[in-house]
C-alpha cells in the first residue's frame, strides 16, 4: 500500500519561512510527478508547484520567486521551502505524487493527508 507523509506545517509570521516535506513509503516501483497543492476555506484546491521525473519544475504565479520544490529521489521525497510568506499562503497544503506500485502495472495518483500553513499578519 502506497502512502505520502506530509511534514512541516504550522504558524509563521508574514515574511517568514516554512518548509514542507512528503514522503512516499509503500510498495513503489517508480515516481514521476510530485507536486504541491494548497485548498484554502471555501476555495478550490490549486496547485502551487510540481516537479517531474526528470527534474522539470513549474510554479504558480503567486508564488514563483518565493518557493522553491526539490525532491530526493533516493528517499521517495519531495519538498517545498516557503520564504516571504504572505498572509494569503495560509491554507491546508496537499502533497501529490504519480506512483507506479509494483504489481499494479500502471501509474496511479495519489494524495497526502494535508498539513496547515497559516501565515499571520
Known amino acids: 500500500q502506497v502512502r505520502l507523509v506530509e511534514s512541516g506545517g504550522g504558524l509563521a509570521q508574514a515574511g517568514g519561512s516554512l518548509r514542507l516535506s512528503c514522503a512516499a513509503s509503500?510498495?513503489?516501483?517508480?515516481?514521476?510527478?510530485m507536486g504541491w497543492y494548497r485548498q484554502a476555506p471555501g476555495k478550490q484546491r490549486d496547485m502551487v508547484a510540481g516537479?517531474?521525473?526528470?527534474?522539470?519544475?513549474n510554479y504558480a504565479d503567486s508564488v514563483k520567486g518565493r518557493f522553491t520544490i526539490s525532491r530526493d529521489n533516493a528517499k521517495n521525497t519531495v519538498y517545498l521551502q516557503m520564504n516571504s510568506l504572505k498572509p494569503e499562503d495560509t491554507a491546508v497544503y496537499y502533497c501529490n505524487a504519480v506512483i507506479t506500485p509494483y504489481g499494479l502495472g500502471r501509474a496511479a495518483n495519489y494524495w497526502g493527508q494535508g498539513t496547515q500553513v497559516t501565515v499571520s499578519s
Open positions: 516537479v517531474t521525473g526528470g527534474g522539470s519544475t
Open positions: 509503500g510498495s513503489i516501483f517508480s515516481i514521476g510527478f
